[in-house]
């Protein structure tokens, strides 16, 4: 479990430098948000809270992220408010830290939803990344480019991503 957060953490590290930030989320006067899910797939989530580096990450981030565990996966939950390039593929943080990153087939779960996966691997350490975006209105999408043009020029809604990283 810890080095998928390494790998979440590192990802995000990665990416800061190249966002153009003007404000932190403390300029901003960003209330800190608490109302993520308090349970993900019928399991109790403990919040994992983030790093420093992750919170580096949010700023300019038209919404919130949180990290939690359901004491097997690792599920990071973005709250998003508008299209974003910042909400990207977690495919690329894995690239980004060393990984080998495979595409699976989509993947459908016990409740019918639909969800695009990868295998991630790195020495003898070997991950199945699944990702959704969901809106309150119906709308899914399986992978983020498909997400970002349906939302882009689009105010008032919410958007949620969930991606969840597994022991394969």
Known sequence: MAKIVFILACGLAFLAPFMVTTKTLSERGDPIFTDFPKEFEGRELHDLGLSERERVFLDDFPGH???????????????????????????????AVGYTVTPLPVKLD?????WSCFSAAKSDEKLRVCERVEDGLGGVWTDIPSWY??????????????TVAERD
Do not use: M, Q
């Open 65 to 95: 992220i949180g990290r939690f565990t359901d004491g097997n996966r690792e599920i990071v939950i973005r709250r998003v408010t508008e299209a974003t390039r910042k909400l990207h593929p977690a495919s690329d943080c894995f690239e």
């Open 110 to 114: 016990d409740s019918n939803k639909r």
């Open 149 to 162: 043009w349906a939302a882009w020029g689009k105010s008032g809604i919410v958007w949620w991503a969930y």
